[in-house]
Every structure is written in structure tokens, then in C-alpha cells.
């Protein structure tokens, strides 16, 4: 089994402190007692030809990488930062991040005998994946004294593998990709004064109704929430620009058009994933209720109170409820039908109304709450992941790690190829591997080709 190499260990900081605290919001608070958002991304290694300026050397890949991250810092001073909080008299808690430049950690480890080919040709996804990413097992209120950021590189034999793990608590999957983007959109141009396209607006928004700062009442009990994880397997499936389109043009004559709605690509080509993970799981009941939670986004619906370029958490979770019997017995464009009725009704009133609500009953998120026959969709297909150049080219895969996954748990990415999607499904692998029998679910899935 391979094993990997820690060269160096380091913190990196902002060159430029600023003294500034961000009061935390009830989308940041709710995920305190979670895991950080850990997502990372496979390079080939320079062509020697087209980069000969870091061909030479490892090392000045990594001196790049350390550099560049110390000023995409100077535009996002929360990650150098660490959370505080602080006792209130009734007993809770509040919670703000300091942006005291602590710093980010970088560690730096080699995986001498292991090829990118090694991982990404590989069905369901490798174990030591997990190895490649920082801070695991970390929950988002250790903050108090972890990084709020921390970043590995593990150089493979022929490629790179740059992981990032970022505190759930400042930033949703929205925020985390920006801050990438940025950090590789510094590193490409090698200037440190770059001004970059999407600058972070750090401020968070808190409506007048919301007294500040808010109170939390945070026990032991949600601080030692345990939760064992059953024995789980990932697998990437991608979805091609053309069966995308099969899927979505499928799902709207049999049901959108009929009711004047336009069932979109994603909500097809998710209900065609939920279909197979009902048919194909063991035992299960005709009335068995299942359930696909799916993530809102906060920031169309509330401009302009939060403008572009918005960093902090600004989702929420909604249900689309059924039973085996009715998506059985139904084509997959019936549960596409439900997913976007469910999601029809989040408007700006509704976003609102769990804000406000929150506030008055706050409600910590809870690892062993996790409902059994649930789907959860994360992440999305819009955030621009191959575009992560550092300079030396585009990355040719994504990745997440362990961190907030369960029997169910559908990470969302765009694929390499411009219009494709890549879902990363952990499932519980009696699931999996029948859903890889599954004749009429994998009739629209393609293999993935690594350039």
C-alpha cells in the first residue's frame, strides 16, 4: 500500500493584517457542529516545453503555491483568521471570526509510487483519497483554535493534487470555489498586487429583525454528537452534455410541458439518479418514504442584499418527499416534476421566513440526524472548477473528501467537458454496485476520458 510523505508543514499568512471581526449568520451558525467543506483538484505535472520555468523543480511549484496563497489572503483575511466565541449571560453562545491573521496551514507530502491514472481509473474511488486533504475529522466549531483554512499538496509521480479545507462556518461551496478561482487566478499571473475579477464582499448581511449578535444555544449534547459511519463507497458518474439533454428533453414532453414549467437539466438528470438508488436498494417497501434534500440558494433570491461576490454561507435545505411505489412507478421525469414544484416555491418571502425562524428557534445541524432513505445534494454544476489554471494548465479532476458524507450523499461537479456533470455518489456499496448493473440508469451515464 502506498504510503505518503510529509515534507513540510508551514502556516501561511496575509501580508497585510487587518483588524476586523464578521459576526457570524444563522446559514453560518447552523453548521457549527459539522465538518469543513473539503474539495481538491488532479494536474498533470508541467510540460517541460510549455513551462520551463517550473519544470525544473518541485520546489518552485510549491514556493508558487505558498507565495500566491499568502496574497489571495490579502483579499479573503477571514481564512487567516480563527472563530471566537463568547459566553452570553442566558447561557449560549455567539460567534464571530477574528480576522487576527493566525495564518492558513500548508503542508506539503509525496505519494512516490502513485500516478493520477492510479486514482482516477479506478471505478469507485480509492481509500488513501482521503489521506490527500487536511484537517479531517475537524468539526466546523474547532475553529476556535484550527485553521480556518488549510491546504495540501500531495505530488503524485506524474501530477499534483492540491486539496483545500475551509471551515463550513465562513464559507458554502459558492464561497469556496471563489476564493480558488482567485487564489489560482493569482498564482497564473504571478502578480501580487493583481486586483482580482470578483473581489470578496466580507461583510455579512444581517436583516433589522436580527438582533446581533445572535445567540446560540450550543449544548454538549450537539458537541459530542457521535456518528458512525457504515461501511460507504464512492463512484463518480458523468453525465454528458448530449444525455443531458436526452434526460431533460425526456422528463419536460412527458410532464413540464404539460403543465406550462421547464424541468431543468440538473432536476432531470438528479431524478434519474434517485429512481435507480430506490430501485436498486435491498429490501425496500413499496410505501417506504424516501426523501431528496436539495440545496437553495439564498443569494439570487435576496439581491440586493447580498451582492456579488458575497462571502459567508447563504443556502438552505428544502425536501422533496415521495414513496417507492409512486417514483417506481413513474418515469424519472415525474420525480424531476416534484423536485422542481418543491423548488418553485423558495422565493425571496420564503428565504425570508426560514431566516427569521431560525433566529427565534435556532437549530444546530446534527451529524446523527441524518435520515435514513434520504439523498442530499450538494455542491452544484455551475461553480467553475476547470478553470482553476495555476500555470501550468487545467486540473483534470475534482474531488471531496469524507467530510460531511453519508449513505446518500451526491456531491455535485461540472464536468471537464463544457455542458457535462459529474456526480460523486456515496452510497452504501450493495447500492452502488447494483446501480453499476443497472442497465436503463447507466444507459445514460459515459465514461469519464482523462486528458
Known amino acids: 500500500m502506498t504510503k505518503l510523505q510529509v515534507v513540510s508543514t508551514c ?3 496575509s501580508q497585510k493584517s487587518i483588524e476586523k471581526k464578521i459576526q457570524l449568520t444563522p446559514w453560518d451558525l447552523q453548521l457549527l457542529t459539522g465538518d469543513s467543506i473539503q474539495k481538491g483538484l488532479f494536474f498533470h505535472k508541467p510540460n517541460l516545453q510549455q513551462h520551463r520555468e517550473l519544470a525544473k523543480s518541485s520546489s518552485e511549484i510549491i514556493n508558487r503555491l ?3 496563497l499568502s496574497d489571495t489572503l490579502n483579499h479573503f483575511p477571514l481564512l487567516a483568521g480563527r472563530l471566537v466565541a463568547s459566553k452570553n449571560s442566558d447561557d449560549t453562545l455567539s460567534f464571530f471570526v477574528d480576522c487576527n491573521n493566525e495564518g492558513a496551514e500548508f503542508t506539503y507530502v509525496t505519494a512516490p509510487d502513485l500516478t493520477v491514472a492510479d486514482i482516477l481509473e479506478q471505478t469507485y474511488m480509492p481509500k488513501i483519497v482521503k489521506s490527500f486533504f487536511p484537517l479531517n475529522g475537524v468539526r466546523n466549531y474547532e475553529g476556535v483554535s484550527k485553521p480556518l ?3 495540501q499538496v500531495t505530488e503524485l509521480v506524474d501530477g499534483f493534487f492540491i486539496g483545500c ?10 464561497s469556496f470555489w471563489h476564493f480558488f478561482n482567485c487564489w489560482s487566478e493569482i498564482a497564473r499571473n504571478g502578480d501580487s498586487n493583481l486586483i482580482v475579477n470578483k473581489p470578496p464582499v466580507l461583510d455579512r448581511w444581517l436583516p433589522k429583525f436580527v438582533a446581533s449578535p445572535i445567540h446560540v444555544p450550543l449544548s454538549k449534547e450537539h458537541v459530542h454528537d457521535e456518528f458512525d459511519l457504515p461501511l460507504l463507497e464512492e463512484r463518480v458518474f458523468h453525465f454528458s452534455k448530449e444525455n443531458i439533454a436526452q434526460l431533460k428533453a425526456k ?6 410541458n404539460h403543465q406550462k414549467i421547464c424541468i431543468s437539466s440538473l ?3 438528479l431524478a434519474h439518479l434517485w429512481q435507480s438508488v430506490i430501485s436498486c436498494r435491498c429490501g425496500t417497501k413499496a410505501d417506504e418514504k424516501f426523501s431528496f434534500k436539495l440545496l437553495i440558494g439564498a443569494r439570487p433570491r435576496l439581491r440586493p442584499h447580498l451582492p456579488e461576490g458575497y462571502f459567508g454561507n447563504a443556502v438552505h435545505f428544502v425536501n422533496v418527499t415521495t414513496t417507492a411505489r409512486e417514483m417506481l412507478e413513474h418515469d424519472s421525469g415525474w420525480a424531476a416534476l416534484q423536485m422542481n414544484k418543491v423548488v418553485s416555491t423558495q422565493t425571496h418571502e420564503e428565504v425570508m421566513n426560514f431566516y427569521q425562524s431560525w433566529v427565534k428557534n435556532p437549530k444546530i445541524v446534527k451529524k446523527s440526524e441524518v435520515v435514513a432513505n434520504s439523498l442530499i445534494a450538494s455542491s452544484s454544476p455551475r461553480f467553475d472548477v476547470y478553470g482553476n489554471d495555476f500555470g501550468w494548465g487545467r486540473p483534470v479532476a475534482v474531488r471531496s473528501d469524507a467530510g460531511n458524507k453519508h449513505d446518500g450523499k451526491m456531491t455535485i461537479f461540472c464536468g ?5 456533470i459529474d456526480i460523486e455518489a456515496c452510497l452504501n456499496p450493495e447500492t452502488l454496485h447494483a ?4 442497465t436503463k440508469f447507466m444507459g445514460a451515464v459515459s465514461k469519464i476520458e482523462i486528458v
Open 11 to 13: 502556516v501561511i499568512r
Open 66 to 68: 505558498k507565495i500566491s
Open 149 to 151: 483554512l488549510a491546504v
Open 165 to 174: 479545507t475551509i471551515n463550513h462556518c465562513v464559507a458554502d461551496g459558492t
Open 251 to 256: 422528463a419536460n414532453s412527458e410532464y413540464g
Open 267 to 269: 432536476q432531470a438528470v
Open 416 to 420: 471537464a467537458e463544457q455542458g457535462s
Open 435 to 438: 446501480m453499476g448493473q443497472d
